[in-house]
C-alpha cells in the first residue's frame, strides 16, 4: 500500500526537478474552472484542445 501524502509529495518534488516534464493537474482547479485547466493542460502537452466541440473519439485518435 502507499501514502497518498507521500505519492503527492514525491510528484510535488518530481515536478520542482523536471518542470518542463510534469503538470499536475489539481481537482479543484479542475472543479471550478474546467475549460482554462484544461487548455493550460493541452498547452503544455503541446496539443489542440477540442474544447469548442463535443468530444469524440476520433479527437483521441487524431493525436496518436
Not at 518530481?14 to 482554462?36: C, G, H
Not at 474544447?51 to 483521441?60: F, G, M, R, S, V
Request: aromatic share 12%.
Amino acid at each position: 500500500l502507499f501514502n497518498v501524502i507521500d505519492v503527492v509529495n514525491h510528484a510535488f518534488r518530481f515536478r520542482d526537478s523536471y518542470p518542463d516534464q510534469v503538470y499536475i493537474v489539481q481537482f479543484e482547479k479542475l472543479k471550478t474552472n474546467t475549460e482554462a485547466e484544461l487548455r493550460s493542460l493541452c498547452t503544455f502537452l503541446e496539443i489542440e484542445a477540442f474544447l469548442d466541440e463535443p468530444c469524440q473519439p476520433a479527437h483521441l485518435q487524431q493525436t496518436m
